[in-house]
Antibody, heavy 112, light 112 residues
Framework: EVRLVESGGGLVKPGGSLRLSCAASGFTFSDYGINWVRQAPGKGLEWVSFIGSSSRYIYYADSVRGRFTISRDNPKNSLFLQMSSLRAEDTAMYFC?????WGPGTLVTVSS | EIVMTQTPVSLSVTPGQPASISCKSSQSLLHSDGKTYLYWFLQNPGQSPQLLIYEVSNRFSGVPDRFSGSGSGTDFTLKISRVEAEDVGVYYCMQSLQPPLTFGGGTKVEIK
């Protein structure tokens, strides 16, 4: 069974940093590109970042480019999102997704 | 980026009645490989999105056959032949033809 489980969310002050993780299981992690998608409270879905299977291809939304860094550790079946210079508008549930498969999400709240 | 426009924003349906959601993209989603990269998701309240339809008209594993997708180019439709109580939530279309992934604004379906 394909499973994705996010962790690392929490309350952080504006300007602060946070590192999200996504643990994958049930498939050959190194064969797939993975996305981060976020959802602000009561809002729709917003794509954040993508990393290809070998990390060769990486893309970011304009809203996070220069502040967020996506990475992965294939031997450990893990995906990461390093977030810095956080803003109130980054407050959202963050999901890792392999297309058809989504984790339950981890909540990031940016507030003083 | 490709803009995805969904209508209606909300829908109230009597159980057993049909429902239809439209999604239009700002450019064709047809890839040179012959596939059209349009997907439909349902997000039940408090849950992560679940894939219903991939590549316009293919039902994902376990999705009831009351859900169907159609369309081509820039115009797409999701139909529910007979709405059931478990179908409440927000429906999103999404394109993955080119980065960034983009989503429609969502259609909230509720039961009368």
């Amino acid at each position: 069974e394909v499973r994705l489980v996010e962790s690392g969310g929490g309350l952080v002050k504006p300007g602060g940093s946070l590192r999200l993780s996504c643990a994958a299981s049930g498939f050959t992690f190194s064969d797939y590109g993975i996305n981060w998608v976020r959802q602000a409270p009561g809002k729709g879905l917003e794509w954040v970042s993508f990393i290809g299977s070998s990390s060769r291809y990486i893309y970011y939304a304009d809203s996070v480019r220069g502040r967020f860094t996506i990475s992965r550790d294939n031997p450990k079946n893990s995906l990461f999102l390093q977030m810095s210079s956080l803003r109130a508008e980054d407050t959202a549930m963050y999901f890792c997704t392999r297309g058809a498969y989504w984790g339950p999400g981890t909540l990031v709240t940016v507030s003083s | 980026e490709i803009v995805m426009t969904q209508t209606p924003v909300s829908l109230s349906v009597t159980p057993g009645q049909p429902a239809s959601i439209s999604c239009k993209s700002s450019q064709s989603l047809l890839h040179s490989d012959g596939k059209t990269y349009l997907y439909w998701f349902l997000q039940n309240p408090g849950q992560s999105p679940q894939l219903l339809i991939y590549e316009v008209s293919n039902r994902f594993s376990g999705v009831p056959d009351r859900f169907s997708g159609s369309g081509s180019g820039t115009d797409f439709t999701l139909k529910i032949s007979r709405v059931e109580a478990e179908d409440v939530g927000v429906y999103y279309c999404m394109q993955s033809l080119q980065p960034p992934l983009t989503f429609g604004g969502g259609t909230k379906v509720e039961i009368k």
